[in-house]
Each structure stands twice: as structure tokens, then as C-alpha cells.
């Protein structure tokens, strides 16, 4: 977990959906790894014989200043790498560029309606930006976009697929948390048994 910061409030979110009973402190949300301790990490894992690292935060790891030193240098240790991600923030091409191998994009929509219903924060804009930035690295990065399923888009699962499909990423989906503040978001009976 490299940064606790994010540029989005998905409406789950256990650190920053909008409506959470609890919010995380500022002082949270201000940490961050720096660069001497990720180097000293980084160093240990390769030496155990690791062959896979997974980077990620408590926010969204390109609000990170240094992400892209972090990328190469965990491919310069010969490292296969998977980046968890909203992708918001991505240059995909600098990505390729870079060999990320994987990445885990949040998407929790298949459309741009339900993407600012999801993350009441961006625009529709910024579904089509994604959702072009992604189709841009077809065949160079694997793509997994996960779907977190609640109230809001239980609707779009077939049109999850076919976004995958025409993407050319694969899809997971996952039963939405919904934090304390969040319930309202928590899929009907009827939905479940849809």
C-alpha cells in the first residue's frame, strides 16, 4: 500500500464513499510511503525469491508522486507486476511503456450514467477517458475490471460482460461492502435473487 490518498469517493468505499458514518481522520488520509523505505521493501521481497508484487494503497496509488519510479523499479528487479487501480489517473501508454504486466481496474459500472452514480465525484467524461485509455492497451496490459456489485448497477451485469468483451480485459465481480453510512446501497432481496 503505497498512498492512503484517492481522487474518488466511490459511494462504498470504506475510506472515502461520502456517506460513512465514521470517516477516515485527515492525518490518514495524508500518509504515504516515501521513497527510501519503498526502495528498502522492495529490496527485501526480491531477496526472498518473491516473483510477483501487487501495488496498491488505502487511496488510489497514482496520486502517489513517485508511482512511476516505484513501477521501474520493480521491474528492473525482473518482477511480474500488478497495479490495483481506478485508472483515473493512468497514462496507459506510459504504463505499457513501463511493462506493467496486470492491472485491477475499479470500474463498478458498464456505463457513464451508472460510473457518476458510482463515483458521484467525476464526470461522464471520465468513464469515456477510462474506458479509452483501456482499450488503448489491449494485448500489452492484462486488464481485469472489477465490477463491486450493490443497488446502483445490479442492472448492468450482462452489460459488465459485454464491456469486458469489447475491452478486451477480463471481469470479476464482487458482492459490494457496504460500510456503516452506506447500507442503503446493499442490493434488495429482489436483486440478489436476480
Not at 80 to 93: A, H, K, P, Q, Y
Not at 140 to 155: K, P, S, Y
Not at 160 to 189: C, F, H, I, N
Request: proline share 5%.
Amino acid at each position: 500500500d503505497l498512498i492512503n490518498a484517492c481522487n474518488l469517493n466511490c459511494v462504498t468505499c470504506w475510506n472515502y464513499a461520502p456517506g460513512l458514518a465514521t470517516p477516515k481522520p485527515a492525518s490518514w488520509k495524508a500518509q504515504r510511503m516515501e521513497a527510501s523505505v519503498f526502495a528498502r521493501v522492495l529490496a527485501e521481497v526480491a531477496a526472498t525469491g518473491a516473483q510477483r508484487i501487487i501495488l496498491s494503497g488505502g487511496g488510489e496509488p497514482f496520486v502517489h508522486p513517485r508511482i512511476h519510479d516505484f513501477i521501474a523499479a520493480v521491474k528492473a528487479q525482473g518482477l511480474t507486476l500488478t497495479v490495483i487501480s481506478n485508472g483515473t489517473l493512468c497514462d496507459f501508454e506510459r504504463l505499457a511503456d513501463l511493462q506493467v504486466d496486470q492491472m485491477l481496474i475499479n470500474m463498478s459500472s458498464a456505463s457513464a450514467s451508472t460510473y457518476v452514480a458510482y463515483h458521484p465525484n467525476q464526470a461522464e467524461a471520465s468513464f469515456h477517458q477510462l474506458t479509452q485509455g483501456l482499450a488503448c492497451v489491449r494485448g500489452r496490459i492484462a486488464i481485469n475490471l472489477v465490477q463491486v456489485i450493490n443497488t446502483l448497477n445490479a442492472h448492468e451485469l450482462v452489460d459488465m460482460l459485454d464491456l469486458a468483451s469489447q475491452l478486451g480485459t477480463r471481469v470479476s465481480y464482487k458482492l459490494g461492502d457496504t460500510p456503516p453510512g452506506t447500507q442503503s446501497l446493499a442490493l434488495e432481496p429482489s436483486q440478489r435473487h436476480q
